[in-house]
């Protein structure tokens, strides 16, 4: 509560093996010696559907080395609500959008593996959230197969997005589009965040790396986050214009 960890100053405070600055910063300057008061926020993600798990729909896994590009895209074109991948390796080598009817895909922490192919196109995201009225969660999934420039995921739809117990791998994560809905993120690993536009995002247990680049690039709207780690070479916020806050955090180069 309103400590921050400033490289290159005199310290204040010295507990527990840290270094510390105590009171409100703009960036290197001291403002005030007041703690700030941190605004009571609603944080809490919309729940999962409640949906039978004999209505879920399970993507075949085609087995070692073959590509789940097809099985993947039948589960999501089912019509199904909860999309279910089994413990595994799901190697994909196509863009994917989520359709609209899609509000869950949970796995048994599966990985989702990017393979470079002429029909995978680096410069669109891996996956792209589409409009819809209902929320979107991503759970218990690993993304890896980070191919130079490509997005993981991209948030394209008015509709708020989840993602909780999600690891992706590489340097670009998640980029948000302005006009996109809410965004939660919980328990999660990974790159980047672009945040363009006005819309809020709350984060909780994150560690967020970008080794010489910005961690997380907020526009204009609102990101809160508790419990946030970072390394390396970086900038790890950017904002542009929104509110940012941030409650417990641990960073070192």
């Not at 994909?92 to 593996?113: A, L, Y």
């Not at 967020?208 to 070479?233: F, P």
Request: charged share 15%; aromatic share 8%.
């Amino acid at each position: 509560r309103g400590y921050g960890l400033l490289f290159g100053k005199t310290p204040e405070v010295f507990a527990n093996g840290v270094y510390a600055q105590e009171g409100t910063f703009e960036g290197n300057t001291k403002k005030s010696s007041a703690y700030q008061t941190w605004s009571s926020l609603p944080v809490d993600p919309p729940a999962v559907p409640n949906t039978p798990v004999s209505n879920w729909v399970s993507v075949d896994h085609p087995g070692n080395g073959l590509m789940a590009t097809a099985a993947l895209r039948a589960a999501l074109a089912s019509g199904a609500d909860t999309i279910y991948l089994p413990h595994g390796l799901y190697e994909i080598d196509e863009n994917i959008v989520i359709p609209p009817t899609v509000q869950r895909i949970v796995g048994m922490f599966s990985t989702i593996k990017a393979v470079a192919n002429e029909s995978l196109d680096v410069s669109q995201p891996l996956f792209r959230t589409s409009n819809g009225t209902v929320n979107l969660m991503l759970e218990k999934l690993n993304f890896t197969g980070a191919l130079n420039g490509l997005t993981t995921l991209e948030h394209a739809g008015a509709r708020t997005l989840t993602l909780r117990d999600v690891t992706m791998e590489g340097k670009k994560s998640v980029r948000r589009l302005a006009g996109a809905g809410t965004l939660f993120v919980e328990s999660f690993s990974g790159g980047q965040f672009v945040l363009e536009g006005t819309s809020n995002s709350w984060m909780r247990q994150v560690n967020i790396e970008s080794d010489g680049g910005t961690c997380i690039s907020n526009g204009t709207g609102r990101l809160w986050v508790h419990g946030l780690k970072s390394q390396g070479q970086c900038t790890v916020i950017k904002n542009t214009g929104g509110n940012v806050e941030v409650m417990s955090a641990l960073l070192h180069a």
